[in-house]
T-cell receptor, first 113, second 114 residues
Framework: GENVEQHPSTLSVQEGDSAVIKCTYS??????FPWYKQELGKRPQLIIDIRSNVGEKKDQRIAVTLNKTAKHFSLHITETQPEDSAVYFCAASTGGSNYKLTFGKGTLLTVNP | NAGVTQTPKFQVLKTGQSMTLQCAQD?????MYWYRQDPGMGLRLIYY???????DKGEVPNGYNVSRLNKREFSLRLESAAPSQTSVYFCASGQGSHSNQPQHFGDGTRLSIL
């Protein structure tokens, strides 16, 4: 089955700096890659996703890049703010009739004021 | 529009007791999922239902059973709770079924087994 590795497990940045979280996946058939943000004690919430037919997607301060050849994808957050502090999860899916996601273990991002 | 609703929010059980976690969604989604979240382990899939009337095992199904009662509801049952099942349980739903669409999560059930 699919295996998703996520790095780093913790990341601390100063407010205004950029943050990058990287994930690799094992199944070359994977074609959908969402990113979720989970604040302490809350539910995971989708912040951005990318499909295999594009290499990059942006939404204001966040962007995701995908390299299908190398089987890795990354989340980029620019101009970080204290409210960006949370756990971020990447995931991958091959789609199909039994569509399900495989998640990475998460990255705890701390943005220091 | 409530999205995905889970009950209860908190529960404490004794080893060997049974209980059912309830999940309902009002987004007319085909697929529903149960995950457990443990520190440092991310979200691990317990069971999922790709459509009404079907269920399949995920990564960690041992000790659990599920029922897809109808399109809206998907329950998770612990028949004989064990301390290793202490966790936060999340239910999610998605359009699924050939289309790669996001999954939407409920608020979670925090379960402690003594």
């Amino acid at each position: 089955g699919e295996n998703v590795e996520q790095h780093p497990s913790t990341l601390s940045v100063q407010e205004g700096d950029s943050a990058v979280i990287k994930c690799t996946y094992s199944d070359s058939a994977s074609n959908y890659f969402p990113w979720y943000k989970q604040e302490l004690g809350k539910r995971p919430q989708l912040i951005i996703d990318i499909r295999s037919n594009v290499g990059e997607k942006k939404d204001q301060r966040i962007a995701v890049t995908l390299n299908k050849t190398a089987k890795h994808f990354s989340l980029h957050i620019t101009e970080t703010q204290p409210e960006d502090s949370a756990v971020y999860f990447c995931a991958a899916s091959t789609g199909g009739s039994n569509y399900k996601l495989t998640f990475g273990k998460g990255t705890l991002l701390t943005v220091n004021p | 529009n409530a999205g995905v609703t889970q009950t209860p929010k908190f529960q404490v059980l004794k080893t060997g007791q049974s209980m059912t976690l309830q999940c309902a969604q009002d987004m007319n989604h085909n697929s529903m999922y149960w995950y457990r979240q443990d520190p440092g382990m991310g979200l691990r899939l317990i069971y999922y239902s790709a459509s009404e009337g079907t269920t399949d095992k995920g990564e960690v199904p041992n000790g659990y059973n599920v029922s897809r009662l109808n399109k809206r509801e998907f329950s998770l049952r612990l028949e004989s709770a064990a301390p290793s099942q202490t966790s936060v349980y999340f239910c999610a739903s998605g359009q699924g079924s050939h289309s790669n669409q996001p999954q939407h999560f409920g608020d979670g059930t925090r379960l402690s087994i003594l």
